[in-house]
């Protein structure tokens, strides 16, 4: 900062949340929702207070991951809403605003004021992490949101493959260019154990991300294995870190968590 002292707020702070993390990915499909959930509770088995924000507006799926669907309750004067509760965290989600069916033609100015409202009029925390499950991708939708919310940090889910890598690569550079800390990079889908034999087959390849996130220089935060029970337990609404808090897939998960 030209005349020293702390760096002005970069956007709209959160009344009740201490720090803001964004979750994201450059594009879909590659695990950032599932790594949101079960990071949101890793931080939470931390000591931490944390909620969860689903700004996935395009395809918002919290109701999914964590089995609750109702309608938030507003506040007697009307003006915000409280947010749901499950496994000890807060979360709020377009998705628990919406019917599932209803299309979401969202359009940039729509998409912010969605995203903003959530930020808002929701009556946070007191909390000491709220988790941002992004919508995926680079665009305009993205920047916006990392401008206009005061972001400690993001974090960037990846899977191996070059092609996912090179959107990774672009979210990277998207935080960088409005000063948002990169906390680092997961790998998602890092390999695959065989339940049968043993075997382990690195079905996307495997390493990519670590060597991208030195190549970036920014921290490597842990990878994450492609396994049958971390889909089967987010389609039940229970996250693994709730299913099958005891095996590896969940450790992975605690280990991204204490990265970050
Ligand atoms: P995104 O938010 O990036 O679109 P999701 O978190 O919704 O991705 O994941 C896409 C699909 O892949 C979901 O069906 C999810 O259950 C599954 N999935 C994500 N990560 C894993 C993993 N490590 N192992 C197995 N399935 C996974």
Redesign the pocket.
Known sequence: HAHGGAPAPRGIAVPGVASIIAVA?GK????????SINLAIALRDLGLKVGLLDA?IYGP?VPRLTGVAQKPETTPDGKTMLPLENFGLQLMSIGFLVEEDTPMIWRGPMVMSAISQMLKDVKWGPLDVLVVDMP?GTGDAQLTMAQQVNLAGAVI?STPQDLALIDARRGVAMFERVNVPILGVVE??AYFVCPHCGGRSDIFGHGGAHAEADKLGVPFLGE?????R??EM??AGLPILVSDPDSPQAAAYRHVATGV
């Open positions: 990915s879909g499909g590659v695990g950032k929702s599932t790594t996935d799926s995926p889910v998602n889908m994450i294995p492609l396994h049958m971390i889909r987010s389609d």
